[in-house]
């Protein structure tokens, strides 16, 4: 999570937030990855981990649809910009299937 919030923080600083739309998304999804990030590093509840890959999962959308039909009007093609687009990509797909494997996982009760 640490590494697209990286990632997408760079691309913001560098010329994204120049973009409609997306720049300001870049910002906001930077800020929540980050914060998800400390907060379930820190020991946040369970549920931040599910939130974390429905973000992650958000992002991956945006990012297809970025190289397919577009954005609000903006496109990207191919792995454009390196290495950003691919260390965003698979960090997002690494914390998806962590979130979704901690959702399959039993609740304990607390005690």
Same mark, same amino acid.
């Given at each position: ?6 990632a997408?923080?760079? *691309?913001?600083?560098?010329?994204y937030?120049?973009?409609p @739309? ?5 910002? @906001?999804?930077?800020a ?8 379930? *590093? ?6 931040m981990r ?9 992002a ?26 691919? @260390?965003?990509?698979?960090?997002? @797909? ?11 996982? /039993?609740?304990?009760? /607390?005690?």
């Open positions: 999570m640490a590494a697209s919030a990286i997408h923080a760079r *691309l913001y600083l560098h010329g937030r120049f973009i @739309v997306v720049g300001p998304g870049f910002l @906001v999804l930077t929540v990855l980050g914060a998800l990030a400390i907060l379930i *590093l820190v020991g946040g509840p369970a549920w599910a939130a974390a890959a429905i973000v992650s999962a958000g991956l959308v945006a990012f297809l649809l970025s190289r397919t039909i577009g954005l609000f009007g903006f496109a990207e093609h191919g792995w454009q910009p390196q290495p950003y687009a691919v @260390v965003s990509v698979v960090a997002e @797909v690494v914390v998806m299937a962590l979130g979704f494997m901690a959702l399959r996982r /039993p609740l304990r009760s /607390p005690r």
